[in-house]
């Protein structure tokens, strides 16, 4: 059941990030799809992306791109499609016909106890995942999630404008004893916070969203401690306590009824990047 809800907001998330199911795209057996995190490598008007190999992706529909409101975004998520004739592996680029992206907002990297303390958390998810389909880090330093949490939708299924700024900050706590359920582990703590608590009554549904961290200072931290890279980076996170039943929101939102979440989320990492500092030595 849990797969199915998580499986639904993936899908209520992809829409409501703005993706659409075709831009120019055509049916052609020759070309080949591609669906992945990428780095925003150029401004309005004429995009192009960085890929996790090092290839720089350059869109052929340039002018599908410019109503997309990119922010203050460094990452996207894209899903297009390229023919095996647009890859250079000399220049190390490739064009393509992008089908849809998504801009990922990035979160904050909590480094000391203050900054946790003062991120002032008060807001529980309702759930924490990673894309099934897509790396989940661009590279070593870089992790990105899919977080759900609960707001107030209007009856245009988008999210209220009086809900305002959601914010995000993800904790490594470098003095904490390692727990034997995870003592291979980076363990990492995300936190939400919301700038209008007197909305929760009001925040009924949920939305989703994708968010990048910077986790260089904390893997680096727990090398330093362990002299080795993590087996796996663990996402802990609070979430509502549905066995208090009901639908009084203010009261299932409140901070303070909040749980720690049954299963945290458990991403491999070593596996990934140990070769790399291997190499690197």
């Known amino acids: 059941m849990k797969k199915m809800k998580w499986a639904a907001m993936f899908a209520a998330a992809m829409a409501m990030l703005g993706f659409t199911s075709c831009l120019n795209s055509d049916d052609n057996n020759s070309t080949y799809p591609g669906y992945e995190y990428v780095k ?4 309005i008007g004429y995009y192009s992306f960085s890929s996790t ?12 791109l410019f109503n997309v409101n990119f922010g203050n ?38 480094y000391n106890e203050n900054e946790m303390t003062n991120f002032n958390a008060n807001a529980p998810f309702y759930a924490v995942g990673i894309d099934s389909y897509a790396f989940p880090y661009f590279d070593k330093n870089s992790l990105f999630l899919m977080v759900a949490y609960y707001a107030k939708i209007g009856t245009d299924n988008q999210v209220d404008a009086a809900e305002g700024i959601h914010d995000f900050g993800l904790y490594y706590d470098v003095n904490a004893d390692q727990e034997a359920l995870y003592s291979d582990d980076l363990v990492l703590t995300l936190y939400h916070k919301v700038y209008n608590t007197a909305l929760n009554k009001e925040r009924t549904k949920y939305t989703s969203k994708y968010l990048h961290f910077d986790i260089g200072y904390a893997v680096s931290q727990y090398q330093s401690k362990h002299n080795s890279l993590p087996d796996k980076v663990v996402i802990k996170y609070k979430t509502v306590d549905t066995s208090m039943g009901g639908t009084d929101y203010e009261k299932l939102l409140d901070y303070a009824n909040a749980k720690d979440a049954t299963n945290p989320l458990q991403i491999p990492y070593k596996q990934y990047f140990e070769k790399d500092e291997s190499t690197n030595k």
């Open 40 to 43: 925003i490598k150029s401004a």
């Open 53 to 64: 190999n090092g290839f720089t992706i350059t869109p052929i529909n340039q002018k599908d």
């Open 73 to 110: 975004a460094n990452y996207a998520l894209m899903s297009y499609q390229y023919s095996p004739d647009s890859v250079n592996t000399v220049t190390k680029s490739v064009d393509v016909n992008v089908i849809g992206i998504a801009p990922v907002e990035t979160g904050r990297s909590l």
